[in-house]
């Protein structure tokens, strides 16, 4: 069974920055493209960024793209995601997920970011 665990999540005040984690068991991860969507209060699930297999390739919402970067390193078995220059807007539950530019049906706790003055 896939197990994904994210974490790095907080309380930021706009501008700032914050280091998500992914970290993934139970499956050969180095061997999967990996996905961060997010779910804002009320709001349903938003694809965020995704990283292919070697972490050579990577694609970004729109919304984030120039302010997020996604990273991996499959010796971990980890998958990151930096948010820098972060807006109100920015506030959701965070969840890794396999798959590329999709939004994966498995995920794990999610963490959460709250953007605010």
């Known amino acids: 069974e896939v197990q994904l665990v994210e974490s790095g999540g907080g309380l930021v005040q706009p501008g700032g920055s914050l280091r998500l984690s992914c970290a993934a068991s139970?499956?050969?991860?180095?061997?999967?493209?990996m996905s961060w969507v997010r779910q804002a209060p009320g709001k349903g699930l938003e694809w965020v960024a995704s990283i292919d297999w070697r972490g050579e390739f990577t694609s970004y919402a729109d919304s984030v793209k120039g302010r997020f970067t996604v990273s991996r390193d499959n010796s971990k078995n980890t998958m990151y995601l930096q948010l820098n220059s972060l807006k109100t807007e920015d506030t959701a539950m965070y969840y890794c997920?396999?798959?590329?530019?999709?939004?994966?049906?498995?995920r794990g706790q999610g963490t959460q970011v709250t953007v605010s003055s």
């Open positions: 139970e499956f050969t991860f180095s061997g999967f493209d």
């Open positions: 997920g396999q798959g590329w530019k999709t939004t994966p049906l498995t």
